[in-house]
């Protein structure tokens, strides 16, 4: 008890010294959110007793999924902190268990539990007893849940075949969220899936109502999963690496050559790297594949430029994750890096965008010219933006030589990287849209305008971000050896905003896609192809005469959002 009480105040002396700055802001707004969430939750439990078994379902799908996209979660106190003390792996992951529920996301989330108190106090005073347990337990379990997830993973990424396995998971889980529309429609669920009683989740509203059996079912689970973590704890030190043995040695003449060998050397070799690839192909195979199952092939095309997408955003910290080896490019002279990376990103990446994108089409028959024009503009613009958002925004990462035995976790910044992940979705996704709207309103000829718009992201992305690198390459190397930014790096316009500008632009920028694509171009899709009632899109579940209407007022937010983050972090001139 007391190691773990000393683990818990160490948790609490670093997060009273950690928050500030960038990350202070970060962690606001996220709390902000999860707060609105949580509100969320103990709401369904006032309207329906049942409402919150689904919530909470969704609550566990997220401490599960959301540190293995998160860089690995919360790793403020690390086991290798105590590989010294000699402590019992079971007593190091009590001890630890004991410090992860100091935090924020743990707060929240016994926040959104207080809807079991809620459901316990209108059933009577026994079960609002019961509540208290029940809360304490399902929370333990959610945390537990969410440490065993990652430390499995985490090993998986120590081979080859168990990053590619774990890469292909995940990628298919996130797109099946992201698609549960329509496995909604075809099961035909128009209430509360019965499923979500049987998952760990709703076990405390199950002890809650009166089956008493789920109190001591989340006990029993929460002992098993500690058990569990202690057992992976035990096997985390020391990572893995792949044999070289029986490779041939990549050469070249030119230092850009070179850098082009050492990438793809990289690309074949780095476990994460191997897992980012398989991820964002099976995330763009999957969500396009999802509509299958009602019979609908419209997003199969679309397979291709989906991964292309995902794979800018799995990469947008490129330099980054290099860490110090950086100087390797700056010493060398006449070299940036930056074409060579340009060209290794391509390599590694176009030959399964084209198959896939060719493949799918050819299956379902076209549509051609709009496929083919957003092919070379995302590549192009991919290809551009992944070495300048990487350069301008760099996130300090650690040396993949001393990563820690979480693979997962390349930085000590996860917002960081998780704001940026979100940006290169958006710009990526922008440099396709002049070939889109060509080839919608002129057909083939939009191919040429995808080709011209690929070739120039690419090189005038590639040269501004070469700029930047020959300029600030010593400034960029200072912070990724000390883990923080020099003063020259971060006087950007953003930085001299005020701490409400901030917010502003930060909501507008991160939450900008869903009015303008989900509930405004997707839902207008959808009523044009007679697709009614479906999931979260509003215009299809309005009267005939305000479905297009709604979706054009939801496509005018989002641009008005994104318009108003332009214009609050835009420089304005002296007057």
């Given at each position: 008890?007391?190691?773990?009480?000393?683990?818990?105040?160490?948790?609490?002396?670093?997060?009273?010294?950690?928050?500030?700055?960038?990350?202070?802001?970060?962690?606001?707004?996220?709390?902000?959110?999860?707060?609105?969430?949580?509100?969320?939750?103990?709401?369904?439990?006032?309207?329906?007793?049942?409402?919150?078994?689904?919530?909470?379902?969704?609550?566990?799908?997220?401490?599960?999924?959301?540190?293995?996209?998160?860089?690995?979660?919360?790793?403020?106190?690390?086991?290798?902190?105590?590989?010294?003390?000699?402590?019992?792996?079971?007593?190091?992951?009590?001890?630890?268990?004991?410090?992860?529920?100091?935090?924020?996301?743990?707060?929240?989330?016994?926040?959104?539990?207080?809807?079991?108190?809620?459901?316990?106090?209108?059933?009577?005073?026994?079960?609002?007893?019961?509540?208290?347990?029940?809360?304490?337990?399902?929370?333990?379990?959610?945390?537990?849940?969410?440490?065993?997830?990652?430390?499995?993973?985490?090993?998986?990424?120590?081979?080859?075949?168990?990053?590619?396995?774990?890469?292909?998971?995940?990628?298919?889980?996130?797109?099946?969220?992201?698609?549960?529309?329509?496995?909604?429609?075809?099961?035909?669920?128009?209430?509360?899936?019965?499923?979500?009683?049987?998952?760990?989740?709703?076990?405390?509203?199950?002890?809650?109502?009166?089956?008493?059996?789920?109190?001591?079912?989340?006990?029993?689970?929460?002992?098993?999963?500690?058990?569990?973590?202690?057992?992976?704890?035990?096997?985390?030190?020391?990572?893995?690496?792949?044999?070289?043995?029986?490779?041939?040695?990549?050469?070249?003449?030119?230092?850009?050559?070179?850098?082009?060998?050492?990438?793809?050397?990289?690309?074949?070799?780095?476990?994460?790297?191997?897992?980012?690839?398989?991820?964002?192909?099976?995330?763009?195979?999957?969500?396009?594949?999802?509509?299958?199952?009602?019979?609908?092939?419209?997003?199969?095309?679309?397979?291709?430029?989906?991964?292309?997408?995902?794979?800018?955003?799995?990469?947008?910290?490129?330099?980054?994750?290099?860490?110090?080896?950086?100087?390797?490019?700056?010493?060398?002279?006449?070299?940036?890096?930056?074409?060579?990376?340009?060209?290794?990103?391509?390599?590694?990446?176009?030959?399964?965008?084209?198959?896939?994108?060719?493949?799918?089409?050819?299956?379902?028959?076209?549509?051609?010219?709009?496929?083919?024009?957003?092919?070379?503009?995302?590549?192009?613009?991919?290809?551009?933006?992944?070495?300048?958002?990487?350069?301008?925004?760099?996130?300090?990462?650690?040396?993949?030589?001393?990563?820690?035995?979480?693979?997962?976790?390349?930085?000590?910044?996860?917002?960081?990287?998780?704001?940026?992940?979100?940006?290169?979705?958006?710009?990526?996704?922008?440099?396709?849209?002049?070939?889109?709207?060509?080839?919608?309103?002129?057909?083939?000829?939009?191919?040429?305008?995808?080709?011209?718009?690929?070739?120039?992201?690419?090189?005038?992305?590639?040269?501004?971000?070469?700029?930047?690198?020959?300029?600030?390459?010593?400034?960029?190397?200072?912070?990724?050896?000390?883990?923080?930014?020099?003063?020259?790096?971060?006087?950007?316009?953003?930085?001299?905003?005020?701490?409400?500008?901030?917010?502003?632009?930060?909501?507008?920028?991160?939450?900008?896609?869903?009015?303008?694509?989900?509930?405004?171009?997707?839902?207008?899709?959808?009523?044009?192809?007679?697709?009614?009632?479906?999931?979260?899109?509003?215009?299809t579940y309005m009267p005939p005469g305000l479905r297009y209407p709604v979706a054009a007022a939801f496509v005018v937010l989002g641009l008005a959002m994104y318009g108003t983050g332009v214009w609050v972090v835009t420089p304005r001139s002296p007057r």
């Amino acid at each position: 008890m007391a190691v773990a009480l000393t683990m818990a105040r160490m948790k609490v002396a670093v997060l009273r010294h950690a928050f500030h700055g960038e990350r202070a802001l970060t962690a606001g707004t996220g709390a902000a959110l999860g707060a609105l969430l949580a509100a969320g939750t103990v709401y369904l439990a006032f309207t329906d007793p049942d409402l919150p078994a689904a919530a909470y379902a969704v609550w566990l799908l997220g401490w599960m999924l959301g540190p293995i996209f998160m860089g690995g979660g919360d790793e403020t106190l690390r086991p290798e902190y105590f590989s010294l003390l000699g402590l019992p792996p079971r007593r190091l992951a009590a001890g630890l268990l004991v410090s992860a529920f100091v935090g924020l996301a743990p707060l929240v989330s016994l926040t959104a539990l207080l809807g079991l108190l809620v459901a316990g106090v209108r059933l009577g005073v026994a079960n609002a007893l019961v509540a208290v347990p029940a809360m304490a337990l399902q929370l333990a379990v959610f945390v537990l849940l969410s440490k065993v997830c990652v430390a499995v993973v985490g090993l998986a990424l120590r081979t080859r075949p168990g990053a590619i396995a774990s890469g292909v998971l995940n990628g298919a889980i996130l797109a099946a969220l992201g698609q549960i529309w329509v496995f909604f429609v075809v099961f035909g669920q128009t209430g509360l899936p019965a499923a979500v009683w049987y998952l760990p989740s709703g076990w405390g509203l199950l002890a809650v109502r009166g089956e008493w059996w789920a109190l001591a079912a989340l006990a029993l689970l929460a002992l098993l999963l500690l058990g569990a973590w202690a057992a992976l704890l035990s096997r985390r030190a020391g990572a893995a690496r792949p044999s070289t043995r029986g490779r041939r040695p990549m050469r070249s003449a030119t230092a850009n050559g070179a850098i082009v060998a050492k990438e793809l050397r990289t690309w074949s070799r780095d476990l994460v790297r191997n897992h980012q690839l398989t991820f964002a192909l099976s995330y763009g195979v999957c969500f396009a594949a999802s509509p299958l199952i009602l019979g609908w092939d419209g997003m199969l095309p679309y397979a291709g430029p989906i991964f292309i997408v995902m794979a800018a955003a799995t990469t947008a910290n490129l330099y980054g994750t290099d860490g110090t080896a950086l100087w390797l490019t700056l010493m060398t002279p006449s070299a940036s890096g930056v074409r060579g990376r340009q060209l290794a990103w391509l390599s590694a990446h176009a030959p399964v965008a084209i198959v896939l994108t060719v493949a799918f089409t050819a299956v379902t028959g076209g549509p051609w010219p709009l496929i083919l024009a957003l092919l070379p503009a995302l590549l192009g613009g991919a290809a551009g933006l992944v070495p300048l958002v990487s350069v301008y925004g760099l996130v300090p990462g650690t040396d993949p030589h001393r990563r820690a035995g979480n693979p997962l976790r390349t930085s000590e910044d996860d917002g960081g990287l998780t704001g940026l992940a979100y940006l290169m979705l958006a710009l990526v996704l922008l440099t396709g849209v002049p070939a889109g709207l060509a080839a919608f309103r002129y057909g083939w000829a939009g191919v040429a305008v995808g080709v011209a718009t690929g070739v120039l992201c690419h090189w005038g992305f590639g040269l501004l971000a070469e700029r930047r690198l020959r300029s600030h390459g010593p400034e960029l190397l200072d912070a990724m050896r000390t883990g923080r930014k020099s003063q020259t790096t971060v006087t950007s316009r953003f930085d001299q905003l005020s701490t409400t500008q901030k917010t502003i632009a930060g909501w507008c920028f991160g939450f900008g896609a869903i009015p303008l694509v989900p509930q405004g171009i997707v839902a207008a899709v959808f009523v044009a192809n007679g697709m009614l009632r479906h999931s979260w899109f509003l215009a299809t579940y309005m009267p005939p005469g305000l479905r297009y209407p709604v979706a054009a007022a939801f496509v005018v937010l989002g641009l008005a959002m994104y318009g108003t983050g332009v214009w609050v972090v835009t420089p304005r001139s002296p007057r």
